[in-house]
């Protein structure tokens, strides 16, 4: 059973950083544009920030100048490096992955469970 692995949250003071971490299992003939959302406490899920199969990347403007996405160490992985972290941006951090190329065997869509980042 595959699963999105999501990693990296925690409780930070207002100004600190964290990084997260996400990916899939090698699924070589599946290629994914890999994103992250968030939910604050009583709100709903939003975007956050998107990573395309051609390396452009993609932020909400919350979090623009603040936040980076990059490749991980596998394909389908990303890290999602958070800096300058708000009160605001305490939120669940859920790992999302949408097909952009493969075979018939390869699903539309992963999400992970979520990781908690707390800023206070």
């Known amino acids: 059973h595959v699963q999105l692995v999501e990693s990296g949250g925690g409780s930070v003071e207002a100004g600190g950083s964290l990084r997260l971490s996400c990916a899939l299992p090698?699924?070589?003939?599946?290629?994914?544009?890999m994103t992250w959302h968030r939910q604050p406490p009583g709100k709903e899920r939003v975007f956050v920030s998107r990573?395309?199969?051609?390396?452009?990347?993609v932020y909400a403007d919350s979090v623009e100048g603040r936040f980076t996405i990059s490749q991980g160490n596998t394909k389908n992985a990303v890290f999602l490096q958070m800096n300058d972290l708000k009160p605001e941006d305490t939120a669940m951090y859920y790992c999302?992955?949408?097909?952009?190329?493969?075979?018939?065997?390869?699903?539309?869509?992963?999400w992970g469970l979520g990781t908690q980042v707390t800023v206070s």
């Open positions: 990573l395309e199969v051609n390396g452009n990347t």
């Open positions: 999302g992955a949408y097909l952009h190329s493969g075979g018939l065997t390869c699903r539309p869509n992963y």
């Open positions: 090698e699924l070589s003939e599946c290629t994914y544009v």
